[in-house]
T-cell receptor, first 110, second 119 residues
Framework: QKEVEQDPGPLSVPEGAIVSLNCTYSNSAFQYFMWYRQYSRKGPELLMYTYSSGNKEDGRFTAQVDKSSKYISLFIRDSQPSDSATYLCAMSAGAQKLVFGQGTRLTINP | GAVVSQHPSRVICKSGTSVKIECRSL??????MFWYRQFPKQSLMLMATSNEGSKATYEQGVEKDKFLINHASLTLSTLTVTSAHPEDSSFYIC???????????????FGPGTRLTVL
């Protein structure tokens, strides 16, 4: 079993829809949670950072962490074609290394 | 802020030659940088962790003599692929952690990547 599980998709939704991306994990020591967006042939770009459980909102993006369920989510409101990318969840236990999910390929259709 | 650059963005070389890739943190200092490899439609595979002024720590299965890493300053790390072969063709991405911890604990800022093609 992988430490971090993420559905690779692909996920295709119409423009304006709310998108929900999720990851589950098995290591209860993880405390720091991140979401990265990666466009094709580019490096990942940090979208959201969350420490421990709770919600965090930044514009159209909301990150949720439920440590009791070992489950994290990223919500995208009013999705745009420019949001089409691969979204990677990443997490760590404060030991420098990040453990990444497989990435979910998302396409927003105009 | 938190910009990481990589050079070159793309390189094509002949089998048997060596290729050096540079990773620079442009607006912050980084004691720790990371090197990843990514295959098409797959996630990032950590190759090694590079700490300024000390030897890199390689992940299991990564040949340290083939992938030489040097982290000579707080803003520069280099990856040299020695005696490159076609199977080394891949997308190589570096990342850096801010010395001051901006962005949160363990947050890494990634470069744009280098596409290596070995003929």
């Amino acid at each position: 079993q992988k430490e971090v599980e993420q559905d690779p998709g692909p996920l295709s939704v119409p423009e304006g829809a709310i998108v929900s991306l999720n990851c589950t994990y098995s290591n209860s020591a993880f405390q720091y949670f991140m979401w990265y967006r990666q466009y094709s042939r580019k490096g990942p770009e940090l979208l959201m950072y969350t420490y421990s459980s709770g919600n965090k909102e930044d514009g159209r993006f909301t990150a949720q962490v439920d440590k009791s369920s070992k489950y994290i989510s990223l919500f995208i409101r009013d999705s745009q074609p420019s949001d089409s990318a691969t979204y990677l969840c990443a997490m760590s236990a404060g030991a420098q290394k990040l453990v990444f999910g497989q990435g979910t390929r998302l396409t927003i259709n105009p | 802020g938190a910009v990481v650059s990589q050079h070159p963005s793309r390189v094509i070389c002949k089998s048997g030659t060596s290729v050096k890739i540079e990773c620079r943190s442009l607006d912050f200092q980084a004691t720790t940088m990371f090197w990843y490899r990514q295959f098409p439609k797959q996630s990032l595979m950590l190759m090694a962790t590079s700490n300024e002024g000390s030897k890199a720590t390689y992940e299991q299965g990564v040949e340290k003599d083939k992938f030489l890493i040097n982290h000579a300053s707080l803003t520069l790390s280099t990856l040299t692929v020695t005696s490159a072969h076609p199977e080394d063709s891949s997308f190589y991405i570096c990342s850096a952690r801010d010395l001051l911890g901006r962005g949160g604990t363990d947050t890494q800022y990634f470069g744009p990547g280098t596409r290596l093609t070995v003929l």
